[in-house]
């Protein structure tokens, strides 16, 4: 499976960011090989529909799970489109890896 | 001449101090008021037209024929608002992100992209018992953009329109410049407040680029500190009229009466206003 998590900075040791189209980064990590990578994210750059682009972002790299605090309405249709399973985690404290533990022990809540 | 009413903070006095103004000068010139408050226009409970014309207001979309559309993704690509999304097969337009630039469709090599007309609010017409030609615009709701129908309703104002008066919306974005684009004069109405103070220098700061000369309306004078007092004296611009803070006049304008007919003085002092407004706009075009 490939999980996206936004994230604070580029490591699994930087904090977990709320915000989805404005998150600083995207942490990939494949669950099979444990492998992970970060992805600077150009959306926060955008004045309009960032979540958008940060959406068309994630689905051109092959996501098929998002972990983020919420997603706004247009970046829910582009996610939801794509058939990306949306997971909400709204506590900011937690590191990047924390949020993969909590998803790895099947803790976090998918968003309908 | 084109007069418009803008204020930077809302709730200033723009619809009481606009509305009075048209109905001061209807007896002498034939007129024409546009409430570009498209957001929340209330101008009509005031003069009370006699709506005539209701017409929608439409802005082009993108709408992709799948048939032809190979996904190339180009309009994605060039669309600076992100507005669409290419999924899979599947092409996604997000009509409220668009800003009808009509660039996909220029760009899109094989001709798949056409514009449909969006429905994002209503133009209205009609005359007031005053003989004025009265407009608005009303934004649906949830639609995030009111600069179309702006636009839109000041189109429509009658060709030859001696006066035009137009009643502005609050703040200092698009929606204002919009409104103010292409107007002769801009009347700030303001409260001697520190918000009020503070909004009015975004609106100074919007006239420093279009360079329209403009005059100061003081609401609710009374209120407020000396400070600010200070600070309005101090401006290079006329203050053309000091409206008291009195608990007769918000009553009565609450239930929908003109300040001139609240207080009939005010009659001959808007037409003085509008006298100050010609003198002011004659200097600064010689």
């Known amino acids: 499976m490939i999980l996206f998590i936004t994230a604070q900075g580029k490591t699994l ?11 600083p980064w995207f942490i990939r990590f494949d669950s099979e090989s444990e492998e992970w990578e970060a992805f600077e994210n150009s959306a926060t750059a955008q004045a ?12 051109d790299r ?16 582009a996610l939801s489109a794509a058939g990306i399973t949306m997971l909400a985690q709204p506590d900011d404290s937690k590191s990047v890896q924390e949020v993969i533990d909590l998803w790895q022990a099947g803790r976090l809540e998918t968003v309908h | 001449m084109k007069i418009a009413v803008a204020s930077g903070k809302g709730g200033t006095g723009k619809t009481m101090v606009s509305t009075s103004l048209a ?13 570009c408050d498209v957001e929340a ?13 209701e017409e929608p207001v439409e802005v082009p979309i993108p709408e992709i024929d799948p048939e032809l559309c190979t996904r ?33 469709t220029l760009a899109c090599p094989e001709h798949a992209i056409h514009e449909v007309g969006k429905p994002i609010g209503l133009l209205r017409q009609g005359k007031t018992s005053h003989g004025i030609d009265f407009l608005h615009g009303e934004l649906s709701i949830g639609e995030p953009m009111p600069t179309p129908v702006i636009r839109e309703v000041k189109k429509a104002t009658p060709p030859g329109s001696p006066l035009t008066i137009i009643d ?5 974005s698009c929606s204002v410049v919009t409104a103010i684009h292409d107007a002769d004069y801009v009347i700030l109405v303001t409260e001697p407040t520190p918000f009020g103070w503070h909004d009015l220098n975004q609106m100074l700061g919007v006239l420093k680029q279009t360079g329209t000369p403009a005059g100061i309306v003081v609401n609710q004078d009374g209120i407020g500190d000396r400070t600010i007092e200070k600070q309005l004296a101090d401006l290079p ?31 001959a002092a808007f037409q003085m206003l509008y006298r100050q407004i010609l003198e002011q706009t004659q200097r600064s075009a010689a």
């Open chain 2, 237 to 267: 611009l006329p203050i053309l009229m000091r409206i008291p803070f009195r608990e007769e006049i918000a009553a009565n304008l609450a239930r929908g009466d003109l300040l001139t007919e609240i207080l009939p003085e005010y009659e």
């Open chain 2, 72 to 104: 190339c993704g180009r309009c994605v690509e060039v669309c600076q608002y992100n507005a669409l999304a290419k999924i899979g097969d599947q092409m996604l337009v997000f009509s409220q992100l668009c800003h009808s630039c009509g660039s996909c």
């Open chain 2, 41 to 53: 226009p209330n101008a009509h409970l005031f003069l009370k037209p006699n709506f005539t014309v």
């Open chain 2, 23 to 35: 109905a001061s000068l209807s007896g002498q010139t034939s007129l024409s008021f546009l409430d």
């Open chain 1, 62 to 77: 092959g996501a098929q799970a998002v972990v983020s605090g919420r997603f706004g309405p247009n970046a829910y249709q």
């Open chain 1, 48 to 59: 309009h529909g960032a979540g958008v682009a940060a959406a068309q972002f994630l689905i």
């Open chain 1, 13 to 23: 040791e930087d904090l977990f960011n709320t915000k989805f189209g404005r998150t």
């Open chain 2, 168 to 172: 502005c919306p609050p703040g200092a």
